[in-house]
């Protein structure tokens, strides 16, 4: 085809139609089609033609109603500039004007010709507007991750409770040693899932670098004389109730007694008994 690009009315009628409404398939290949075989194009309406068909390819929604007003009244604008500076016809026997180039083609203003100049060099003035809001399908950064809270170990506990109602759950034995006049507390272990937590309130605050608490669990399948290391943990000063996790070194198949004693700093491969300040009995069957 080597029609005019201004000339044919079918291609104005849809590049119009692609950048306020939309074109069906059908409609969009006759475009491409009639665009494929057009000569003669200004630059600039060539860059908006370009970039209604480009946009056609992206990632589509509906056009947003304040961009479309806008590309509307903008094509309404320049025809009416353009009818408000219309030149004056010459005098007959004024020699004729040449005829402007194929990059300038005359418009005749107040035509239908002239309506669809108005509606392309409104597309092309709008091609920023139109860039910046089809691109952002593809530039959209993914909404930022929101990290969930880590709960507290006292909380952690909770959820123990809740999840597995058949853990043990026993309360704190004083004993005779000074440490031991006030403790309160419990300890809760799972035996399914090997964990645990030991709380208590009325336990004195210990200094790090001398002395720490260890807990030690009694397994009725193994010798009492070595029971499995449930680790160190310190209570800080001013501290009223203090939540601890239970760290077993081994599996504990059958806890048969909880004991918190004082130990060395980094506590011991095998305690002494000496300071046994808690004590939490597993009741039998």
């Known amino acids: 085809m080597s029609a005019h690009f201004l000339d044919d009315e ?19 290949q006759e475009l491409e089609a009639l665009l494929a075989g057009t000569s003669g194009m200004p630059d600039a309406l060539a860059g908006a033609a370009a970039a209604v068909t480009l946009a056609a390819r992206l990632p589509s929604e509906p056009l947003p109603a304040a961009l479309r007003e806008t590309l509307i009244k903008q094509g309404e604008t320049v025809v009416r500039v353009k009818a408000a500076n219309k030149v004056q016809p010459l005098p007959v026997r004024k020699p004729a004007v040449a005829a402007p180039s194929a990059r300038t083609p005359a418009v005749p203003v107040g035509t239908a010709a002239g309506a669809r100049y108005g ?38 506990r909770e959820a123990l409770l809740a999840a597995a109602p058949a853990a043990l759950k026993e309360e704190w034995a004083r004993t005779e040693d000074p440490a031991s006049v006030a403790v309160q507390g419990d300890v809760v272990w799972d035996e399914a899932t090997q964990t645990g937590y030991m709380r208590f309130s009325g336990l004195p605050a210990n200094d790090p670098s001398e002395s720490q608490y260890q807990l030690w669990i009694f397994d009725g399948t193994r010798d009492d004389r070595f029971p499995v290391d449930g680790g160190v943990f310190d209570v800080p000063a001013g501290a009223t109730e203090v ?26 491969m095998v305690s002494s008994r000496e300071r046994i300040v808690a004590l939490a009995q597993v009741a039998s069957g």
């Open 119 to 156: 509606w392309y060099a409104a597309a092309a003035s709008l091609l920023i507007a139109l860039a910046a809001w089809f691109p952002r399908f593809e530039t959209e950064a993914p909404p930022a991750l929101v990290e969930a809270p880590v709960p507290s170990v006292a909380e952690q």
């Open 243 to 268: 939540v601890v996790p239970i760290k077993a070194t081994l599996p504990v198949r059958q806890a048969a007694l909880f004991a918190v004693t004082v130990e060395a700093p980094g506590g011991v």
């Open 10 to 28: 079918r291609i104005a009628d849809l590049l119009v139609l692609e950048v306020t409404e939309g074109l069906d398939p059908a409609q969009r």
